[in-house]
């Protein structure tokens, strides 16, 4: 069998087409049955044989400069361009307290906020999140946890702001239910710059360790307000205090990255038909 090339396909040289003989291809009737094929191809003149060659050969060689008629392909959007860093320093008379965040990071975790519990609920938005973050914090916890905590989390929504600068080319919603044990905690947020938290835990003990679990939610609605983030929480299952906090704080930060994560479809741009996501 004999098959006529285009000349295009059957040399990679700039060569113009009319300089070039018409290329045939003379496919042996194994390589239409699907087994090893090869293709002998031979000139116009003389039919003179030129080596075998796989099949796909003359094709794949040429396959960058066919794509769109000849054209190199477009390059895709430049958005991500460096590490999107949130710093900040909160003191008052109560507390000391330094956070940086990085939304690009590997999940690095180092906290240090004097209460044990929080320290673990933090590494937890680190590792699920891949968000690296630094926290140190002092304050009165000889009183209680109430103002440590609370200012952690207004420290922590305030890096987020900063880090997420204009918020061009994120997804901006994020939706996840994380299962621990026979808990099971649903997360829904929008970065939308508007503050709002819809919380609905039932937490069966008053404390995890020495923590009050009261805390838990003034941490989120502290965020909240800081980082201008509408929140949804909401436990499906669950007995267990531990299991309920962990599993609120794992739902979270898969949420969190999916909403900081870039849409590569949106190219750039915010997120809104107002063309705009602030605080303000």
Do not use: W
Not at 13 to 30: D, F, I, M, Y
Not at 32 to 60: N, Q, T, W, Y
Not at 117 to 137: E, P, T, Y
């Amino acid at each position: 069998m004999e098959l006529s090339l285009p000349s295009h396909l059957a040399s990679c040289n700039p060569t113009p087409s009319a300089q070039l003989p018409k290329a045939v291809a003379r496919v042996s009737p194994v390589s239409l049955s699907g087994g090893a094929s090869r293709i002998r191809l031979f000139s116009g003149k003389g039919r003179r044989s030129m080596e075998d060659a796989p099949a796909r050969s003359p094709v794949v060689s040429c396959s960058s400069s066919l794509q769109n008629n000849g054209a190199p392909a477009p390059a895709a959007p430049a958005i991500g361009t460096g590490s999107r860093i949130g710093e900040v320093k909160r003191v008052t008379k109560e507390t000391n307290v330094a956070v940086k965040i990085n939304l690009d990071g590997t999940g690095v975790a180092d906290s240090s906020t004097g209460i044990p519990f929080l320290d673990h609920m933090l590494d937890q938005l680190a590792s699920h999140g891949l968000f690296d973050v630094h926290i140190r914090a002092t304050g009165d916890i000889h009183i209680d946890d109430h103002h440590t905590n609370e200012d952690v989390a207004l420290a922590i929504g305030t890096a987020l702001l900063q880090a997420l600068g204009d918020r061009k080319g994120i997804h901006r919603f994020g939706d996840f239910s994380a299962p621990l044990d026979e808990a099971l905690i649903h997360v829904a947020l929008d970065l939308s710059g508007r503050p709002h938290l819809s919380f609905d835990l039932q937490i069966p003990t008053q404390r995890v360790g020495t923590y009050d679990t009261q805390l838990v939610e003034h941490f989120f609605q502290s965020l909240v307000n800081t980082s201008g983030m509408t929140l949804h929480i909401r436990q499906l299952a669950g007995k267990n205090s531990h299991h309920i906090i962990e599993a609120t704080f794992k739902a979270f930060a898969r949420a969190l990255r999916q909403a900081t994560e870039y849409d590569l479809r949106r190219q750039g741009t915010i997120p809104s038909s107002k063309g705009v996501l602030s605080r303000t």
